[in-house]
């Protein structure tokens, strides 16, 4: 049965139009708290090239987290392996922005997709490149095949005066011997990372090489080999949404990566990927009404890994 994707995505818009009240812009970068809650954009990128979108799919936003999906890609690329012997692979169960874990577990965060995990991948990176935060800019350029693709200086400026319990962070797994680059360093990188903006339909298409077992599926390089690709996939569906990713499998049941600028970034592997955006976030830090945007796709299109 063909699916009609267009029609679903302006169903799912007439039907979220309710909840674009209901979340809160993250605040606590102050920048991203002037963008309104009322915007909604969703892009499905599909592996034979087609596209579909609906409202504000178009327009930039703070990738944020989302970010820790590719600058993990280009480490695991890079390093392989060898990256689990400093960050973990279980759910945390904590904020993303949590320190209380790292103190027992002696500086090894639990996974990728935390700060403490983001700011050690970043840290790799930077063992390997010029500058990590140009590394993963370059990368998601490539990816989605956008030179012009971009950091926000006022975002990540924003976020680095306000970078405290990041600093934190990074300081204890410094003092763990866990950060091998000057805290202030791995800090200003990660901020700018965050910071980059980009698009749904440029997220979507970023992707989906994720979907299509590591190969980016409109020019045939292979980025990753189909294990790894597996792999991060595992990692998105139990880590990638903070600490309501079990929720959030219940609900979408697709791998996915959110981001506090309101961003979600999910896959359907072996056919699409899918991107949706609105700043109001819930009590969690995920896009209020992205999340049921995705619930919706889900259910209309049964379409989801289970
Ligand atoms: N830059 C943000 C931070 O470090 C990213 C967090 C997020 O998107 N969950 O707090």
């Avoid at 698009?199 to 020019?219: D, M, Q, R, V, Y």
Wanted: aromatic letters at 8%.
């Amino acid at each position: 049965m063909t699916i009609d994707y267009q029609q679903i995505l302006e169903d799912i818009h007439q039907e979220i139009q309710p909840l674009l009240s209901q979340g809160k812009v993250a605040t606590y970068i102050p920048e991203l708290s002037k963008v309104s809650p009322q915007h909604f954009g969703m892009a499905v990128y599909c592996l034979d090239g087609r596209s579909y979108m609906v409202g504000d799919a178009q327009q930039k936003f703070s990738t944020q987290s989302i970010t820790k999906l590719f600058a993990l890609s280009l480490a695991f690329e890079r390093e392989g392996n060898a990256i689990w012997k400093r960050v973990g692979r279980e759910p945390s169960g904590n904020p993303f922005n949590s320190l209380s874990q790292l103190e027992y577990e002696r500086g090894i965060p639990r996974n990728p997709f935390i700060n403490a995990g983001a700011l050690v991948i970043n840290d790799i990176l930077a063992q390997r490149f010029v500058q990590a935060d140009i590394a993963v800019l370059q990368f998601m350029r490539m990816l989605s095949n956008e030179v012009k693709i971009d950091f926000d200086r006022e975002v990540a400026i924003s976020e680095e005066k306000h970078a405290h319990r990041n600093s934190a962070i990074a300081h204890l797994m410094k003092d763990f011997g866990n950060l091998h680059n000057p805290v202030d360093s791995v800090i200003a990188s990660y901020c700018r990372q965050c910071s980059i903006t980009m698009t749904c339909l440029e997220l979507a298409k970023a992707g989906s090489f994720l979907a299509n077992h590591g190969t980016i599926p409109w020019s045939g390089n292979k980025i990753l080999d189909s294990s790894s690709a597996k792999r991060l996939n595992a990692l998105m569906l139990t880590c990638g949404t903070y600490d309501v990713a079990g929720d959030f499998a219940f609900r979408v049941g697709l791998p996915a990566k959110s981001g506090v600028g309101g961003g979600i970034l999910a896959l359907v592997p072996g056919e699409l990927a899918v991107c949706v955006w609105s700043p109001g976030l819930d009590p969690a830090g995920n896009s209020l009404a992205g999340v049921m945007a995705l619930e919706l796709f889900t259910t209309m299109t049964a379409r989801s890994i289970f």
